[in-house]
């Protein structure tokens, strides 16, 4: 176990270190950077501009940035924001509760939603529910997440004003948990949507998959009933690959909570890093991809160790 | 003792629902089987031995399942007759795992690969006899070393991937005994197994049998377990029983060309002491079961055919005392052998 870990932190230092370089490249890459909005305002000429690049270092070659800011980020600075000089750092911990909260909620929903419909599509495949599940989770893959959030806002926040049409809580309101789960519903459900539609299916396979098991004909032929057959022989051989997908399904949650933040103006890292791209804020930029990649890392890992204790197959090694 | 019959089948027939229509794999099978004896259920693969013992159990694939006929009356423990085919779900749980047993041919994808294997064999305990979980535990330790696993209290926290195959068939057999059955199906538990496990585990099956006087069916395609374990045999051919006799006077006088044919194909060491060719194999293969010959289904791979054969199925008659062969020249090919 101990050997499993030291070699899973080398692995992802290194990891790490190529998502950094590849994102630092490509967003410097692109054209334009912090300054150019100010191009054209009057009483800023060029020359201005350039001395303010120079001051900011953003005048020198792309290696020597990229060193410059990597052995900062060792030491511990991960540089301020270019837009408020704020903290990088300070500025990610006030945007990740709202991310966390809003994740959390849409993983819980996915989980626990995509496994029953799963299960019972297994149980029953090719009956009416099964189909409908299936066409269901077709089209929550195709509807893009912007789309279906300003749908979900005009129906139920437009028309029938039953949810509010974005934000954490109620501005100047009084800060109640009712008043915070009132206003999750809305993006939770949106981004959970497509995580629903992910996990009925793989769910649905792996529950198929067990079900023709010799070991399900075996707990049959013990005489048990058939609800001890599918919840405690089968259900739990069919969440063994679920583990993994729940690691590899955070990135996309993440990219997800992006849209889906900016739909609902909920104050999170996603609409912090749209903002910040559109300000060209490299620092912050940079700090929310790596924070990013080391979620990401931790997800697959932690799904690794859960892994190997729910299968007694499996030995970290 | 020998005369109690457990097992009463009459007309057991089973039909699936496939893409290409209805599918008859087992057709009006009759059988009974004795208190304490062993019945073995000889057959090529395809030849309906499993879905027939899957059918008494009700343990058949109930998706593409459309038709359960005939009737299976099972004597229970209390002198009760019940009629297994339609059987309520509840009541045939009930008689699952506990008054009849089943194990099977893989002995490694047969236990649950997440569970403890104590726990795999208390769970029938405890839902069968609702006893506590603690007394369970210490019924299925007793039983791991009634099956030769040593070390049993230990093992029973032990995972099926602990295990090989061999000692994996102990623990479905210590499963399969837990609440001490009336009747054992096996279904070609031995057939996966290396030839000294097998003989191992056909050596233990004979002396839990003896001990406890459970009935057996034991499916097989093996012949020379045949000769080692039944009392009787049955052959089955493309769903239907061809010949069922006692297993002397049917491995060595076998009457249907069928099971002479399966004889053959073993192979011996002295077949000159035996008036056989070295190895003879049975030509062609087993027909489609969507496109059954009309007469005999045997008829297009037998060398003794005659043109009658290929017009009618001929029933299974009685030759001599137990003896019952389908075969409507069975005694004048008896008759030219002698």
Redesign the interface.
């Known amino acids: 176990m101990a050997n499993f870990l030291l070699g899973r932190l080398l692995q992802s230092l290194v990891l790490l270190l190529i998502v950094s370089i590849i994102g630092f490249a490509v967003l410097h890459l692109a054209p334009g950077g912090p300054l150019s909005q100010f191009a054209l305002v009057p009483g800023l000429s060029k020359e201005d501009l350039a001395r303010i690049a120079h001051e900011m270092g953003l005048d020198r070659p792309l290696p020597v940035q990229y060193w410059e800011w990597l052995t900062r980020l060792v030491g511990g600075d991960w540089g301020r924001s270019y837009r408020d000089n704020q903290p990088v750092l300070a500025v990610i911990a006030g945007r990740l509760p709202a991310t966390l909260e809003l994740m959390g909620a849409a993983i819980l929903i996915s989980v626990f939603v995509g496994i029953w419909i799963g299960v019972m599509g297994a149980i029953r495949s090719y009956s009416l529910f099964d189909m409908l599940a299936t066409v269901g989770a077709m089209v929550a893959l195709s509807i893009p997440t912007f789309w279906f959030g300003l749908i979900v806002i005009y129906a139920f926040s437009v028309n029938l004003g039953w949810l509010p049409p974005g934000n954490r809580m109620t501005v100047g309101g009084d800060g109640s948990f009712l008043d915070y789960l009132h206003h999750l519903i809305a993006p939770a459900l949106v981004l959970a949507l497509v995580e629903v539609a992910i996990w009925s299916r793989y769910m649905r396979a792996s529950m198929l998959d067990v079900i023709n098991q010799d070991f399900i004909r075996t707990a049959r032929a013990k005489g048990l009933p058939e609800r001890t057959v599918l919840w405690h022989h089968a259900l739990r051989n069919a969440l063994l690959p679920m583990i993994a997908l729940a690691g590899v399904e955070i990135p996309t949650l993440l990219g997800g909570a992006l849209v889906t933040e900016t739909v609902f103006t909920w104050p999170g890292m996603g609409r912090l890093l749209l903002d910040s791209l559109g300000y060209r804020d490299y620092p912050v930029i940079m700090g929310i991809l790596m924070f990013s990649a080391l979620l990401a890392l931790l997800g697959n890992l932690l799904a690794d160790i859960f892994a190997a204790t729910a299968d007694p197959r499996i030995r970290l090694t | 003792m020998k005369s109690e019959n457990v097992l009463e089948v009459e007309n057991l027939s089973v039909t699936f629902a496939t893409e290409r229509g209805p599918l008859q794999a087992v057709r009006d099978v009759s059988f009974t089987l004795h208190a304490g004896e062993t019945l073995a259920l000889v057959g090529e693969s395809g030849s309906g031995k499993s879905v027939t013992s899957l059918a008494i159990?009700r343990?058949t694939p109930p998706a593409p399942l459309v038709a359960l006929g005939g009737s299976v009356l099972f004597t229970g423990a209390d002198g009760g007759k019940r009629d297994l085919v339609t059987l309520d779900p509840d009541a045939m749980?009930?008689?699952?795992?506990?008054e009849i047993?089943?194990i099977?041919q893989?002995p490694m994808?047969?236990?649950?690969?997440?569970?403890r294997i104590g726990d795999q064999i208390a769970?029938?305990i405890t839902?069968?006899e609702h006893i506590s979980a603690r007394a369970a535990l210490d019924r299925a330790a007793g039983l791991l070393d009634k099956v030769g696993i040593p070390d049993a209290r230990r093992r029973l926290s032990a995972?099926p991937?602990h295990l090989s195959g061999g000692m994996r068939q102990r623990v479905?057999i210590a499963?399969a005994l837990a609440c001490n059955p009336r009747v054992l199906i096996a279904d070609e538990p031995t057939t996966a197994l290396d030839v000294t496990v097998q003989a191992q585990i056909l050596e233990l099956m004979k002396e839990l049998q003896q001990a406890t006087g459970m009935a057996v069916i034991f499916v097989t395609h093996n012949l020379g377990v045949v000769a080692e374990i039944a009392d009787r045999v049955m052959v089955m051919y493309s769903g239907a029983i061809v010949e069922k006799g006692g297993v002397v006077p049917l491995m060595t006088r076998p009457l249907m060309p069928y099971t002479q044919g399966l004889l053959h194909s073993v192979p011996r060491l002295d077949p000159e002491a035996l008036g056989l060719s070295p190895l003879e194999a049975i030509p062609g293969s087993v027909p489609d079961p969507f496109r059954l010959p009309p007469g005999c289904t045997f008829a297009p791979r037998c060398r003794h055919r005659e043109p009658a054969c290929e017009a009618a199925l001929p029933t299974l008659e009685a030759a001599n005392g137990n003896h019952d062969v389908r075969c409507r020249r069975w005694r004048r090919l008896a008759e030219a052998r002698a």
């Open positions: 159990m343990l749980r009930a008689v699952r795992g506990n047993s089943m099977f893989e994808t047969s236990l649950n690969p997440v569970h769970e029938a839902f069968h995972y991937h479905m499963m």
